[in-house]
């Protein structure tokens, strides 16, 4: 397989990583809001967890890859799901529950982004710690 594939079908894994991994965090963040403020009964209504999947799928198909590519390139694909994921939802938690004057839902969205842009750059300092210490001690153990 050439470069240039290769680089597509990675891309392309990230795209759908992402894309369920926002509709996942989309979900979540609508249910557990729901939960939160109207009661577990209010949070199992179906069209408000599809929208928030709807809502969440572009945005992970479209920041996973780009996170992916430019900051998390020595981050595992597992560990840059699950916590780009978790901080998406904590993000979008406080957001919504932040009492600034601005509409809640336009807040979700800001602050789910900002606890993504947080967890990438969290991955992304302690990716690059491992990488440090593993090579320094690649270089102790040759001398």
Excluded: H, K, N
């Amino acid at each position: 397989m050439g470069r240039a594939r290769r680089i597509l079908a990675v891309t392309a894994g990230l795209v759908a990583f992402g894309g369920v991994a926002g509709a996942v965090a989309g979900a979540l963040v609508a249910l557990l809001v729901t939960a939160i403020s109207l009661g577990p009964r209010e949070a199992l209504d179906l069209d408000l967890i599809g929208f928030g999947a709807t809502l969440g799928a572009p945005l992970g198909a479209v920041l996973l890859p780009a996170a992916g590519w430019l900051l998390m390139r020595r981050v595992p694909l597992g560990r840059a799901m699950l916590w780009t994921t978790v901080g998406t939802i904590g993000g979008g938690l406080v957001g919504w529950f932040t009492p600034f004057r601005v509409d809640e839902f336009y807040r979700t969205l800001v602050c789910g982004f900002l606890g993504f842009i947080i967890a990438v750059i969290t991955l992304r300092r302690l990716g690059v710690r491992r990488d440090g210490v593993t090579a320094q001690v690649a270089d102790s153990s040759l001398a």
